[in-house]
C-alpha cells in the first residue's frame, strides 16, 4: 500500500514565525487532503490538494503530484496553530492513508 | 449545518461490556468513515460506507467489532465484548464521495469531535 512520511516529526516556533511542513508518498495519489488536530483532539480538514496550490488565510499548500509530495505552508504562526498536522492520501478510493503527523507548539 | 455528530463524547466501561458508539453524517453526504486513533497506531480506518453499504471492512480489528449504517443519517460501531486494549479515540468521519479524484474536491473529508472510549 501506500507510505505516507510526514516531517518534521516536531517542531517548536515562537509566534509570528514561518514554518513548512512535508508530506512524502510513495506511489500515485489522486486525493491528497491536510488535516489540523487541536489540543482538544479536534480534527480539521484544511486542504483538499491532490495537486497545485492553495491559500486559505495564512495557510498554504503544494502538491507536486510527479514528484509524490505536498508541503504545508504557515506564515505568522499563532498559539492557536499549535496541535498535530496530519497529510493523508488515497488513489482512486476513499480509503484514506494517514501520515504519522507533525506536532508544532507555538509559543508566545 | 451541524456538522458530524457523534454520542457518546466519553465512555468509560469494564472489559466484558458491550459497547455503541453512535454517528450522524453530514446530511448530503453519502460516505461515512469510522476511524481509531491511539498513541501506538496513530490514526486508522476500521470501516467505510458508501451509500449505507460497507465498502471496505479490512481495517476492523476482529470479530468483536461491527458496524452498521441503517439509514443515510445514522451510523453504530459496536465492541462486544470490549476489551482494554479497545481504548482509544473512535472518530467518525463523512464525505460527498466522487470514489476519489473529484476534481472539484468533494472528497473532503469531515470528522466529528470523536468518542473518547475507556475500557477498564
Known amino acids: 500500500g501506500i507510505q505516507v512520511e510526514q516531517s518534521p516529526p516536531d517542531l517548536i516556533l515562537q509566534e509570528g514565525a514561518n514554518s513548512t511542513l512535508r508530506c512524502n508518498f510513495s506511489d500515485s495519489v489522486n486525493n491528497l487532503q491536510w488535516f489540523h488536530q487541536n489540543p482538544w483532539g479536534q480534527l480539521i480538514n484544511l486542504f483538499y490538494i491532490p495537486s497545485g496550490t492553495k491559500q486559505n488565510g495564512r495557510l498554504s499548500a503544494t502538491t507536486v503530484a510527479t514528484e509524490r509530495y505536498s508541503l504545508l505552508y504557515i506564515s505568522s504562526s499563532q498559539t492557536t496553530d499549535s496541535g498535530v498536522y496530519f497529510c493523508a492520501v488515497s488513489y482512486n478510493t476513499d480509503k484514506l492513508i494517514f501520515g504519522t503527523g507533525t506536532r508544532l507548539q507555538v509559543f508566545p | 449545518d451541524a456538522g458530524v455528530i457523534q454520542s457518546p463524547r466519553h465512555e468509560v466501561t469494564e472489559m466484558g461490556q458491550e459497547v455503541t458508539l453512535r454517528c450522524k453524517p453530514i446530511?448530503?453526504?453519502?460516505?461515512l468513515f469510522w476511524y481509531r486513533q491511539t498513541m501506538m497506531r496513530g490514526l486508522e480506518l476500521l470501516i467505510y460506507?458508501?451509500?449505507?453499504?460497507?465498502?471496505?471492512d479490512s481495517g476492523m480489528p476482529e470479530d468483536r467489532f461491527s458496524a452498521k449504517m441503517p439509514n443515510a443519517s445514522f451510523s453504530t460501531l459496536k465492541i462486544q465484548p470490549s476489551e482494554p486494549r479497545d481504548s482509544a479515540v473512535y472518530f467518525c468521519a463523512s464525505s460527498l464521495s466522487g470514489l476519489a479524484g473529484g476534481p472539484s474536491g468533494t472528497d473532503t473529508q469531515y470528522f466529528g469531535p470523536g468518542t473518547r472510549l475507556t475500557v477498564l
Open positions: 460506507f458508501n451509500n449505507n453499504v460497507p465498502i471496505d
Open positions: 446530511s448530503g453526504h453519502n460516505s
